[in-house]
């Protein structure tokens, strides 16, 4: 029932903030999707504890029905996996910490965000230091030497770990993916009666991303309620698929646009509900530009949680289509870049920066554009990064 740690052959860049956190709270919580690697990584960084997975039907059950003598077994702390499934256990963890005052005694991992952080939040609070851990960074891949070649290989793979070390088909993975993580997840949270129009729905998803979120309109193409729409999005969201990047709140005396815009926590997911089936698919599809957002927006959003920075990311939009595609707000400064996916960097790419910075001043730094091509380099208006160094 309980299993021995295994070594994680890609270092993950989180690992040191989990550690830090391990000595000043009792209890450390990793959230994020399935399949991201937070088992392996606890079982790496924590090979000493015990591990108790709560997916196993044997150990949920004795979690649930006698929680004080499951965690009686763990002298010295475990790792508890999935502990969203039994929540009665979190204000027995809570009763362990306080009477024993040990840091680091239990690591809690569990994929349904708002379940977990909700139970947390009700009986942990400062007991408990959180973290997301998102699937691979590019660094991390390129440390590891398991970039892909080409951009639009990487798009298409995505960054799952399991399609790193295993022989598998990225396509043949994701639609497993979906069909055992994802549905079945989204089918316990909430009631849909009808799987064809949630799969239809999340196909609708992937074909906005990047873009505006419109509710009604994308209620209406999938057939439903715009409250079912409403509901399934924050379903979505909770179980980390997706993301809603809200606009930034400064207006510098414009209009601004106020809905968020639709984004996946993974890009090869994405590509695969929009039914791209190789990396030359990618090339010549209509929605790269938006792809290519998706990928770089979650790497700085991978770094914000992984070096615990307290940055927020948003994008700015006025009413006249001034935009900004990603906003890095620092809290006394901002930062704003510009994501293009052509691999010739030119003049008009810096446009919306030279705008942009006219109007907020002295709150913006420099800015940066993020595409598709090879070299970095430093401009009067900005630097530009390649997709590889990011």
């Given at each position: 029932m ?8 890609i ?17 450390v ?16 960084i ?9 997916e ?13 003598r ?40 569990g ?24 699937p ?21 793979n995505?960054l ?25 997840d989204?089918?316990q ?40 729409a ?9 179980s ?10 400064k ?8 809905r ?12 695969r509900?929009?039914?791209?089936k ?18 770089v ?13 307290g940055?927020?990311?948003f ?13 890095i707000?620092?809290?006394?400064k ?21 705008k ?15 595409y ?19």
């Amino acid at each position: 029932m309980y299993k021995k740690m295994q070594q994680l052959v890609i270092k993950r860049e989180i690992e040191k903030q989990v550690l830090q956190a391990c000595g000043g709270y009792p209890v450390v919580s990793i959230t994020g999707p399935r399949q991201s690697g937070k088992t392996t990584l606890c079982r790496t960084i924590f090979p000493a504890k015990p591990y108790a997975s709560l997916e196993d039907p044997e150990t949920l059950a004795f979690a649930l029905n006698d929680p004080r003598r499951f965690l009686s077994q763990f002298d010295e702390g475990a790792v508890l996996d999935e502990v969203q499934r039994a929540p009665e256990l979190f204000s027995y963890i809570q009763g362990i910490v306080d009477r024993e005052n040990k840091m680091g005694q239990y690591i809690l991992t569990g994929s349904a965000q708002f379940l977990l952080d909700n139970r947390i939040t009700q009986t942990l609070a400062g007991r408990v230091s959180i973290f997301e851990l998102l699937p691979f960074t590019i660094r991390e891949l390129r440390n590891a030497n398991q970039m892909p070649d080409r951009l639009d290989e990487l798009i298409y793979n995505g960054l799952y770990p399991p399609l790193y070390d295993r022989l598998i088909e990225p396509r043949h993975w994701y639609a497993d993916y979906i069909r055992t993580y994802v549905e079945r997840d989204v089918r316990q949270l909430t009631a849909v009666e009808n799987l064809s129009t949630f799969q239809t729905f999340l196909g609708l998803c992937a074909g906005r991303i990047g873009n505006i979120l419109d509710l009604t309109s994308l209620a209406n193409d999938a057939g439903i309620a715009p409250n079912t729409a409403k509901t399934w999005l924050s379903i979505l969201e909770a179980s980390y698929v997706i993301y809603l990047l809200r606009p930034h709140h400064k207006n510098f005396s414009k209009r601004l646009i106020k809905r968020p815009k639709i984004y996946f926590n993974d890009v090869g997911l994405a590509a695969r509900l929009l039914g791209i089936k190789s990396p030359e698919e990618v090339t010549n599809h209509y929605l790269r530009g938006g792809l290519f957002e998706c990928l770089v927006i979650n790497e700085y959003r991978k770094h914000g949680f992984n070096e615990r920075s307290g940055d927020h990311f948003f994008f700015w939009r006025d009413h006249k289509g001034l935009e900004v595609d990603l906003i890095i707000d620092h809290g006394l400064k901002i930062t704003p870049i510009e994501i293009k996916s052509g691999a010739t960097v030119t003049s008009s790419y810096f446009d919306s920066l030279k705008k942009f910075n006219a109007l907020a001043g002295k709150e913006c730094n420099l800015g940066i554009v993020v595409y598709g091509g090879e070299v970095n380099q430093s401009r009067s208006w900005g630097d530009t990064v390649s997709w590889r160094d990011l």
